[in-house]
């Protein structure tokens, strides 16, 4: 069913808006995924806060120019599909990687964050970093980890006076 011109427009106008405001996104293809694996592959997303479309590459393309994104055009050739991540600009790039893992048909083709291309290895690499949770734990117990070692010798010299 071919779409109208203002059905066109209105879909460029959302997808330019996610281009916007996602924090970070991945361009995959799909050609050759199961629908089991797609299922799995969308709920990981949701799960994730991450939007994920299949989207006409011409529409993404149009809409990038009107967003001033460029240097996708090779990515945009064959079936295409958008990740954006909302929140988490590490989300989609972490599913993305997890599941291509695991499914062979689900290919990165690159992405972007912080108005940066990104090819395959740098996505490959944003998912390993760990969640902003996962660092901020690591760098608390770095902090206190003197402190505890301070009160432990204080504790120690004590009770020797003590005794």
């Given amino acids: 069913m071919a779409l109208t011109k203002e059905q066109k427009a209105a879909q460029i106008e959302e997808i330019a808006t996610l281009l916007k405001e996602s924090k970070s996104f991945v361009i995959v293809s799909y050609k050759g995924i199961s629908v089991a694996d797609d ?9 994730a806060g991450v939007t994920y479309k299949v989207l006409k590459n011409r529409l993404v393309r ?3 120019e009107q967003v001033g994104i460029t240097g996708y055009d ?7 599909a958008l990740a954006f991540s909302m929140t988490d600009p590490l989300a989609g ?3 993305i990687t997890e599941m291509a ?21 740098k996505v490959n690499a944003l998912a390993k ?13 770095m902090l206190l980890s003197p402190i505890s ?15």
């Fill in 39 to 47: 299922t799995a592959l969308r709920v990981k997303f949701r799960q």
């Fill in 62 to 64: 149009k809409a990038m």
């Fill in 74 to 80: 090779g990515a945009l050739e064959g079936s295409s």
């Fill in 93 to 95: 790039p972490k599913v």
């Fill in 101 to 121: 893992a695991t499914v062979k048909a689900l290919e990165v083709k690159c992405g972007r964050m912080d108005d940066l291309y990104l090819d395959v290895e």
């Fill in 129 to 141: 970093i760990p969640s902003k949770d996962t660092l901020l734990a690591q760098l608390l117990g």
């Fill in 149 to 163: 070692g301070l009160a432990v010798a204080l504790n120690q010299v004590a009770e020797k006076k003590a005794q």
